[in-house]
């Protein structure tokens, strides 16, 4: 089956540049989405299509892919950037998506 | 302003049954595939069943394959989520989510959640 594979923790200062990988055997062929969870809040997409950002998300937020590789990169990292960060990416079919098990990122 | 409202989690007990809903608006909701994620407590998210905008293709999760059912009412601008045979853990935070529309089928905006626990 699928998978896609974080670290389960990331620890980053304020201001500093905080990045999160996401590997998988299908990511160089599927698009890898990035979607921020605040504690006790429903995820927020905040990349799309491996690089993308939707609407409203800080421009600080961007995402590359190469190879088997996924990374968020939140550049100038700010304490309301604590969250989990999750990847999501789906099989060669496109039908049977997963999520990557989380990484929990902590400004300090 | 999307809008997605679960409702219908509680306390089952393992093997019964549970219908969830998800009630729908601010948006065209017959134009978009919908899915539903599911979160046990203090872990991750796990992608759980879509169904297409008409409701012709649905795709599940293996660990809920024959034990869930996604159906949805574009009349009704609603989505469920019929399921039997529950185990303990299935307990978790059912979240309905739109997709996002964009080529691949992609959760976009997401309600705040419907709790389910399964136990004795």
């Known amino acids: 089956s699928h998978e896609v594979t974080q670290p389960p923790s990331v620890s980053v200062s304020p201001g500093q540049t905080a990045r999160i990988t996401c590997s998988g055997d299908?990511?160089?062929?599927?698009?890898v989405y990035w979607y921020q969870q605040r504690s006790g809040q429903a995820p927020v997409q905040v990349i799309y299509e491996d690089n993308k950002r939707p609407s409203g998300i800080p421009e600080r937020f961007s995402a590359s892919s190469s190879g088997t590789m996924a990374t968020l990169t939140i550049t100038g990292t700010q304490v309301e950037d604590e969250a989990d960060y999750y990847c999501?990416?789906?099989?060669?079919?496109?039908?049977?998506?997963?999520f990557g098990g989380g990484t929990k990122l902590t400004v300090l | 302003e999307v809008q997605l409202v679960e409702s219908g989690g509680g306390v089952v007990q393992p093997g019964g049954s549970l219908r969830l809903s998800c009630a729908a608006s601010g948006f065209i909701f017959d134009d978009y595939t919908m899915h539903w994620v599911r979160q046990a407590p203090g872990k991750g998210l796990e992608w759980v069943s879509l169904?297409?905008?008409?409701?012709?293709?649905?795709y599940y999760g293996d660990s809920v394959k024959g034990r869930f059912t996604i159906s949805r009412d574009n009349n009704k601008n609603s989505l469920d989520l019929q399921m039997n045979n529950l185990r303990t853990e299935d307990t978790a935070l059912y979240y309905c989510a739109k997709d996002s529309g964009y080529g691949d089928y992609c959760p976009g905006s997401w309600g705040q959640g419907t709790l389910v626990t399964v136990s004795s």
């Open positions: 169904i297409t905008w008409d409701g012709r293709k649905t």
């Open positions: 999501y990416s789906t099989d060669n079919s496109g039908n049977y998506p997963v």
């Open positions: 299908a990511v160089p062929r599927k698009f």
